[in-house]
Structures are given as C-alpha cells and as structure tokens.
C-alpha cells in the first residue's frame, strides 16, 4: 500500500449500498432487527461475499458469525475484526456495517497486495449489538464473554413474548447456548472499526480516531413511594411527596457527577413517570432511571455509591419508601496499548491524520475487550448524526479507516 495512492473502495461502497436495501423498512431506512427475514437475508449476503474471498465460514450457536482467512500458522489465536449489521428501526447504512464489510475490504485489500499472514484474520458479525428485540445491547459479545451467561441468556423474551431460543432455532441456529462462551484466549487482539457517532473527528476534520476507553453505563430504576392526597386538602407539613423526594435524588445525581472533576464522568435521568399525574394530587409513586457513564470504574462506582448515600438520608428525612433495581452495570474498557501503537504506527504510514479519543457509546468490543486485547478505530461520521436514515460516511473516510485497518491486521497478524 502505497501512502500517496488512495485506496479504491468502490466495490466496498456498492455492497454497502446494496446491503442497505435489505431492510425491513423502505429503503433508504435501514431497519434489520436481529433473527428478522432482512436480519437473515443481509447475513447471507455478507456471507456470499465472504465466501468468494475464500474466507472459511462458521457460526456459533447465537449466529455469532466468523469468516475466517487462513494464516500460515493455523494454530495461533487468530487476530479478529469486525462488528454487527443488525440495525435499530428507522436507522442507516454505516453503523456496524462498515465495520463489518470495511473489515472484509481490509482482507480483500491484503490478500490483492499478495500479503500472507502467519496468524489468521477472522472477520466476526456479532449477533444483535442493537437492544431493539430482546433489551440487551451486545447480545453475541456479552454472551462470547460470558456477561451474559447462558441461563440468563434463555431467559430473554421479545415484545412478543419469544424467547431467544425459539428465535435463533428458527434463524437456523442450533446447539447448546453454553458454547457460544469463549475462552481467554480466542482471538490474540481484536480490533473494530466504525463511524465515531459523535460530530468531533468531522469538526476537526481528522481522518481516524484511536480509541484508548469505551465508556460503559450503569443503569438503576429506582420507585419511590410517598403519600398521596388533595394538593389543597393535605398541609405542608407531614407530607411525603414522592416527586419532591425523586427531585432531591435527581439533583444529588447531577451534584455527584459533576463532582467527580472528571469531564468523563456522565449522569442522567432521563425517565420520570409521576403518579397519579394529576394537577391537584400529591404524587404518591415516582420512577425515575438513572443512567451513570464513564471510563473509569471506580469513579462511576463512586458516583452510584453516593447516590445510595442520597437515598438513604432522603428516605430518612422525608419518611418516603426508595426502592432501587440494578438493570446493568457493565465494565468500562481501557483499549489495549500495544493494539494502539499499531494502529497509530498504520495511521502514520497511511499518511491520515489521527487523534486518541474515547468512545462513550456501547460497543461490541466492551465484552470483546474481557477476552482478547481489544482497540477500536474510529471514523468520521457527518454531523455526528447516526442511528438515523440520513446517517452517512462519505467513501474518502470509509476509505481511510481501511486503508488504516488493513495496515494494522497486517501488523497484527504478523
Ligand atoms: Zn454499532
């Protein structure tokens, strides 16, 4: 590869084209929920065109999908790529796909440049990054990594009261749900592209983000119950408002992140429901969500501890009834240095400029990271705008992060 001439990604840009038509929706909304007849059709595609890259193809028990290029050295961890096609409803083309089919052009782009690696790349599609159908993001990599474990796992129900086991039986997915668990060990480094979802490498007009942390969330639902009765009727005193209290946790959130002195460091509620609702009533239930985000764990962990502070001298002081439900709690990801290096080392002699950034929304590569060393590579997105139709990459920065992954799997894979 040459640093001067671009590399030429038009057949890449078609097959992203043409795997955007496989949608439930009516193109150009991208909507392939996960185990749906597009889900299905857009996998055969990536399939079909794995497969004329002579890639050995193999799926796990969830549909977790590997394609495989063969090194010198079968018997060494393979170095992974890769990311997910499945997509929220209403979505577009380049979230995940271009981390799947970008990865595949990487290959494609070695193996036309007569490049043999001594470990073997493997591309992987995960099953459902996106929570759309079962509420869970990163369903196939929390499970490979055993997050999720299996019993949990089955336990999964869709809008529709269908159970992941029934859905991947039918998607044509068999065999024990345990298998899916991978060892330490599975792939020797693993490294994902895709669009940053953020407006900062367009703004700046840099053509690669190296991502050094993936921000993970810890999220809670937390009911309060207080006492209801006539906004008129009932005195101040002795009241036990509900929403006053949740208002107190509110602020006790937003105090506890901002404390921190970390600009990392990320509090929400962005759910509040009141009950009974009512202009002249006292609120007698509140549920509200919080949503605490960062890249260091024990900082996040200390703002949900303080909020458990807050809970406890609210309820004591207002005579209110808090009670508190984990939803999840997942582990922030420090990128892996030496993967770093290599796509920074890649970056240079591609002649792309390049910044280290964090990644603050969910990735396959959270759970890949707790079983192989992990980086991911981010490129521009326009106008920061994703999960929507009008989602777009131009061809220039596609073709700069694989021109960048190509470089770095060919680093990696020796
Ligand atoms: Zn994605």
Redesign the pocket.
């Known amino acids: 590869m040459s640093t001067r001439t671009e590399l030429k990604i038009d057949g890449l840009i078609a097959e992203l084209l043409t795997l955007g038509q496989i949608s439930e929706a009516e193109p150009p909304v991208v909507t392939r929920v996960v185990f749906s007849e597009a889900d299905l059709r857009g996998r055969a595609y990536v399939r079909s065109l794995c497969e004329a890259a002579g890639l050995t193809i193999t799926a796990d028990a969830i549909g977790n999908t590997f394609a495989r290029w063969q090194g010198s050295d079968p018997e060494l961890a393979p170095v992974g790529t890769g990311?997910?096609i499945d997509a929220i409803p209403n979505a577009g083309l380049y979230?995940?796909c271009v981390?799947v089919l970008g990865g595949l052009e990487a290959i494609r782009v070695l193996q036309k440049l007569g490049f043999k690696p001594r470990r073997s790349i493997e591309l992987v599609i995960f099953t459902s990054?996106?929570p759309t159908r079962f509420g869970i993001g990163c369903l196939g990599s929390r499970m490979m990594a055993n997050v999720l474990t299996p019993k949990q796992a089955l336990a999964l129900r869709d809008k529709e009261g269908r159970g992941l086991d029934e859905l991947r039986t039918q998607a044509g997915f068999t065999g024990p749900v345990e298998s899916v668990v991978v060892s330490k060990g599975r792939f020797h480094q693993f490294v994902e592209l895709?669009?940053e979802?953020g407006p900062y490498l367009e703004e700046e007009g840099i053509d690669v983000g190296l991502v050094t942390h993936i921000a993970a969330p810890a999220s809670q639902r937390i009911v309060i119950e207080g006492e209801g009765g006539h906004a008129g009727g009932k005195l101040m005193p002795g009241r036990k408002d509900a929403l006053a209290a949740a208002a107190e946790l509110i602020l006790a959130l937003e105090a506890a992140a901002k404390s921190t002195g970390a600009i990392d460091t990320v509090g929400t509620v962005g759910v509040c429901d009141v009950f009974p609702g009512a202009v002249n009533s006292i609120p007698s239930r509140v549920l509200i969500t919080t949503d605490i985000r960062d890249i260091d764990r024990t900082r996040r962990d200390a703002v949900m501890s303080a909020l458990a502070t807050a809970i406890e001298e609210v309820t004591a002081r207002r005579g209110v009834t808090i009670t508190t439900e984990l939803v999840n709690a997942d582990p922030p990801t420090t990128c892996d240095p030496a993967i770093l290096e290599a796509l920074e080392v890649s970056a240079k002699e591609a002649g792309k400029t390049y910044k280290r950034m964090v990644a603050r929304?969910y990735?396959?590569s959270s759970f890949v990271s707790c079983i192989a060393p992990t980086a991911m590579l981010f490129i521009p997105c326009r106008g920061g705008v994703?999960h929507r139709p009008d989602e777009y990459a131009s061809p220039e920065w596609i073709g700069s992060g694989v021109h960048v992954l190509a470089r770095t799997l060919a680093r990696l894979a020796g």
Do not use: K, M
Request: aromatic content about 0%; charged content about 30%; hydrophobic content about 15%.
């Open positions: 990311s997910h979230d995940g981390g990054e996106e895709h669009i979802q929304a990735h396959d994703s």
